[in-house]
């Protein structure tokens, strides 16, 4: 048997803790999944004639899983990713806009379990009301990477599909195209443009598995008790006059910061009628002209019909200011209203002066500390 052999299927559940049928079409791609299932005992050591030991009686079950999955979008625009269900599970809500985006904020009720099962070359765990959290590492030129830690209830005893041989699922939903590295990114801190390798953030979520005596497992739910999402990010240093990131530390000023994930070129242009451009490209005759879509400062999508060297052609007229372009349904922005950078370190990478800065996320009005959005 052979640990690349596995794959791993979620779904959300209807009803919270009543196993859902993972189906191929619920398959996705993973990385180090580990399956560690939890089985206490209770020691028996009462007075007795003879020192010899007694064997323990099986206590209180649960399990937890972990793993990676790359951070992509479903290829549709209104469809969302394979990692949603796995999202929801982390203590988020799910806002669809029909052909348009799926948002993922912070929700505090209404939170959703789902039953993973993952198919480890011939052996096969499945795993229901999983609660978990959820971290992301984004670096430039390489592939974004969720990583998931889930709890979950799990009795081998009573559950005939919990633990038996079963042969390796082939998927009928694995994604069709390869994910896009982290690149034209316009990763901005308090509206600063910071020459940035990385980014990364972490729910930090809570966890607490909940007994009850009427249970098989002796647990009844796994709950999301707290959550102190927080996050870092490198930048090269630069002076005060260009921008006082130590201030922003010292007086631990609530600021925003955003990133994009799956763009394909981004810069700073000037829009008019029915045009973008940009001076500092080069791009190739009609490079953008299918299939793309390009976002200006404001927010507004519009569809490239041609573009030159430094022009692209729109209907309609775009904000001058940041833009990016990406194909329809693979872009991902990742924007927190109100972060309070913790501190800034002397760093050195490879000779050149950086900072790092860690810092925490905070709501503005509510259940949106950070949000995901997928278009």
Known sequence: MLTNRRTIGAKVEATYGSAETIAAGDLFFAYNIKFSPNVEEWARNPHKPSMSPLAPVKGRSRASISFDVELMGSGTAGTAPFWSPLMQACGRSLTTVASTSNTYDYATTSLKGITIKAFLDGVSVRMKGCRGSASCEMVAGQVPMLSFTFEGLWDYGT??????????????????????????????????????????????????????????????????????????????????????????????SQV??????????????????????????????????????????????????????TTITVSGTPASGDYIIYE????????????????????????????????????????????????
């Open 328 to 375: 329809e349904g693979k872009l991902i922005k990742v924007s927190a209203p109100k972060v309070v950078v913790d501190t800034v370190s002397d760093d050195d990478k490879g000779g050149i002066y950086n900072f790092g800065i860690p810092f925490k996320f905070f709501q503005s009005s509510g259940d949106d500390e950070l949000t995901i959005k997928v278009t």
């Open 256 to 309: 925003a910061i955003s990133a994009y994930v799956g763009g394909d070129d981004s810069g700073n242009g000037t829009g008019s009628l029915n045009t973008m451009t940009d001076s500092t490209k080069n791009w190739r005759t009609d490079q953008f002209s299918s299939g793309y879509k390009l976002e200006d400062s404001a927010g507004a999508t519009f569809t490239p019909t041609a573009n030159g060297a």
């Open 159 to 252: 559950d005939t599909d919990a633990w038996k041989d079963e042969a390796l699922v082939s998927g009928t939903a694995y994604p069709s195209f390869s994910p896009k590295p982290f690149i034209a990114a316009l990763l901005k801190i308090d509206s600063y443009k910071a020459l940035s390798e990385r980014m990364s953030w972490n729910d930090n979520n809570t966890l607490t598995a909940v007994p009850e005596a009427n249970t098989v497992s002796v647990y009844k739910r796994v709950d999301i008790t707290g959550r102190a999402p927080s996050g870092n990010l490198d930048a090269e240093a630069v002076t005060i006059a260009t921008k006082d990131f130590m201030d922003l530390f010292v007086k631990k």
